[in-house]
């Protein structure tokens, strides 16, 4: 949600519960089917990396089809890398704010990138692979629509890919969100004038604040856990059976908690 967030969609997380039981009606519906796209994108993603498939140029292509497969975008040629010019900012390439490379230039950058992601020619740190791997995806833009959310998808399936996470639990949209015009500016910069290092540093930092949060947020969890199993207790009869439900989606958590840590 986030993430489409930065790219002007206006939908809740209760908006999408109610899309994806068919009452599409009192939500905004193009946001939340952006937002739903993005969820089948992503699960699409892990299962394939958990299926062994490398993180590659199809892979990335096949993701892309999914998050565009409908709704918003659906015209501009989902899956498919970009065969025609294209610009940031201003009404054409003369006014713009920054002209990716041109399309006879896109499979060649994008074939570089895909080596960097394989550590051809040396290996580079996870964190600052995925750094400079999201830039350099931004820069080449190379689809017609959907590079932002696609090019901050790639950073948690490299993450999963190299076996940093177990679960896409370090999701730095809220970080780029609060901080959107330094993102943005920092993105270009580095393409004007080079600055990797402020770059990196700005990246890590993300990592640290969302690293924080989310530990904070599993922290909460497991006491809000134990608050409603101490409430349910005080039910009388019926505590056993509220007592075997709540432990079944306590033990999930938990679970899932526990194979991030580990990893």
């Known amino acids: 949600m986030l993430s489409s967030q930065i790219e002007g969609t206006q939908s809740s997380i209760s908006d999408l519960p109610l899309y994806e039981s068919g009452d599409g009606d009192r939500v905004p519906f193009d946001d939340v089917a952006e937002v739903s796209r993005y969820v089948a994108a992503l699960s699409f993603g892990l299962e394939r990396l ?11 292509g096949e993701i892309h089809g999914v998050l565009l497969a409908g709704g918003r975008g659906s015209e501009r040629t989902p899956g498919e890398f970009r065969r025609s010019r294209s610009w940031i900012g201003g009404t054409r390439p003369g006014n713009a704010l920054f002209v990716p490379p041109p399309p006879d230039h896109v499979m060649a950058c ?12 040396g290996r580079t740190p996870t964190l ?14 190379p689809f017609l629509d959907g590079n932002g959310r696609l090019g901050r998808f790639l950073i948690t399936f490299l993450l999963c890919a190299e076996e940093a996470l177990s679960q896409p639990l370090l999701y730095l949209s809220l970080y780029f969100k609060a901080n959107r015009q330094t993102y943005y500016d ?27 949060q989310a530990t904070d947020t599993a922290r909460r969890i497991l006491a809000l856990f134990e608050t409603d ?21 306590a033990a999930g958590f938990c679970c899932r908690r526990a194979r991030s840590r580990a990893s």
Do not use: N, Y
């Not at 600052?128 to 833009?141: C, P």
């Open 50 to 60: 958990r299926g062994g498939f490398p993180l590659s140029l199809r892979l990335i």
């Open 110 to 121: 994008l074939g570089d990138l895909e080596l960097f992601l394989h550590d051809r020619p």
């Open 128 to 141: 600052i692979k995925a750094a400079l791997a999201h830039v350099q995806f931004e820069t080449i833009h």
């Open 186 to 212: 920092l993105l270009q910069r580095v393409r004007t004038e080079g600055v990797w290092e402020e770059w990196l540093a700005f990246f890590l930092e993300g990592v640290i604040a969302t690293s924080s």
């Open 229 to 249: 199993r101490l409430r349910i207790e005080a039910l009388g009869r019926v505590a056993h059976v509220a007592l075997r439900v709540h432990a079944c989606c």
